[in-house]
């Protein structure tokens, strides 16, 4: 470990961790009320910033751009291997991936020519596939990712995940056996949103500070969606009286999930090996002479002073959004449009969900059997299942669907396709059985907590 030199700070330094932290935690972390309505900066700043780039070229179109350079790119350097890909950082990253991905992004491609223009089977263009993945989605995806990437750094690159692990420390490794500095990226995926919480997570795991195991499980137990995407499932069902009670027990559900998931396989196969040695790997253990706040303080004003470079800042911040852009959207576009089609034109949902009615019955649900169909339909979109709930009589089921739908967090054509074109290390499978496996802990909780309510 390396040896740090015990010295006062200057006030310069300190305002070097201090400002750029409070602003990545007023952008991604502070919920605030605008028009009546629950948002968080960073949502606010991709409307408008969407407005503004719609105003001059419609987004689709430039995600037409992106994901066509994304197979250009990828396609090339598999077979040709240019100095221009091979010396370029930035575009080796987004280049150099496998047969099976490249194969995606072509999906992807193809999925987006057809839905833009309206060409080809219904199957694919239509409101509820192609079309609400393109235009709904991922046209929201492409500014957050924009946004995102310029912001993120003032959570992760100025000290503050240092500063706030040493003392979540105590916390986050008994608890859930992650080190103190995901609290950070816990609360900015829970309060904020889950895909900037993927973000956050695959960045901290690129640059070795959270292992193979840890990545794993931060991604798929703590980037929730965000609440004012809980507000949309509970207005679905009609019980937005009920929000209080359908977030205290998203929040129970969750912590449960998050303690028992970790320790039962696929999370629990994960090693803890790290893709690179990080700089802060070792931050969690206290020299002896150093007080809790002293050793605080000296990571983050490290982290602060390595990274307070506009240039440096610019570059990763363009690295971020480019990454995102070429390596994530495409994925996004051909996974999610695949779910949803399963979704819209098979029973392959409905079959997965029989399963799980002798639980609904034996609990007494009412409704139980079109509740059954509601419960694996969610891996494929997060809003499907509180869309199905609208027409039950019964109110206790809606509430029970509404937050199971939230609770699983695995969703195909957001979340997991985001993980998926990320460098965390799970599979589609395994992105499944823990999608199963958080439906199976947390439906009798729910039912359990509804009883309390209703």
């Known amino acids: 470990m390396k040896k740090f030199s015990k010295r006062s700070f200057e006030v310069k330094e300190i ?114 596939t192609g079309g609400l993945v393109l235009f709904e989605l991922i046209v929201g995806l492409f500014t957050i990712f924009l946004i995102a990437g310029f912001i993120l750094p003032f959570l992760t690159n100025f000290g503050l995940l240092e500063f706030v692990g040493v003392y979540l420390t105590n916390i986050m490794r008994p608890l859930f056996n992650l080190p103190g500095r995901s609290a950070v990226d816990c609360i900015a995926s829970w309060i904020g949103d889950g895909t900037i919480g993927v973000a956050l997570t695959s960045k901290q795991y690129e640059d070795g500070n959270y292992s193979e195991k840890e990545a794993a499980v931060i991604a798929t137990s703590f980037s929730a969606v965000s609440i004012t995407f809980c507000l949309v499932v509970i207005k679905n069902v009609g019980l937005t009286d009920y929000f209080g009670q ?101 029973s392959i949902f409905t079959y997965l969900g029989m399963p799980f009615l002798p639980i609904l019955k034996f609990f007494n649900v009412s409704d139980a059997l079109a509740a059954s169909e509601t419960m694996v339909v969610g891996f494929a979109d997060m809003v499907v299942p509180s869309i199905l709930a609208a027409s039950m009589e019964s109110v206790k089921t809606r509430f029970i669907v509404a937050v199971l739908s939230v609770c699983q967090l695995i969703y195909m054509s957001e979340t997991g396709s985001v993980i998926l074109g990320s460098k965390i290390p799970v599979n589609l499978f395994e992105l499944f059985v823990i999608f199963i496996e958080r439906t199976i802990i947390a439906l009798p909780i729910i039912i359990l907590l509804s009883n309390v309510f209703f």
Do not use: H
């Open 15 to 128: 305002l070097k961790f201090i400002i750029p932290s409070l602003i990545g935690i007023l952008l991604l972390m502070t919920p605030f009320k605008i028009n009546g309505a629950t948002t968080v900066g960073v949502s606010l700043l991709s409307s408008i910033i969407s407005q503004i780039i719609n105003s001059i070229v419609p987004i689709p179109y430039l995600i037409l751009i992106c994901i066509f350079f994304s197979c250009l790119f990828s396609i090339t350097y598999k077979l040709f291997r240019p100095k221009l890909i091979e010396n370029n950082i930035i575009l080796k990253e987004i280049s150099d991936i496998g047969n099976f991905w490249i194969f995606l992004r072509i999906i992807g491609l193809i999925f987006v020519v057809l839905t833009l223009f309206q060409i080809g089977p219904k199957i694919i263009i239509s409101e509820s």
């Open 246 to 346: 359908f977030y205290l027990t998203i929040c129970i559900v969750g912590i449960i999930c998050a303690l028992v998931l970790p320790k039962i396989p696929p999370l629990s196969l994960k090693k803890n090996v790290y893709l690179k040695k990080g700089e802060d790997i070792n931050s969690e253990v206290i020299p002896s002479d150093y007080s809790k706040k002293d050793w605080a303080l000296t990571l983050a004003i490290k982290k602060a002073n390595n990274n307070f470079s506009i240039k440096k800042f610019i570059f990763n911040g363009f690295s971020t959004v480019l990454n995102m852009w070429l390596g994530v959207i495409p994925i996004i576009m051909a996974v999610g449009t695949i779910a949803l089609i399963l979704s819209e034109y098979t």
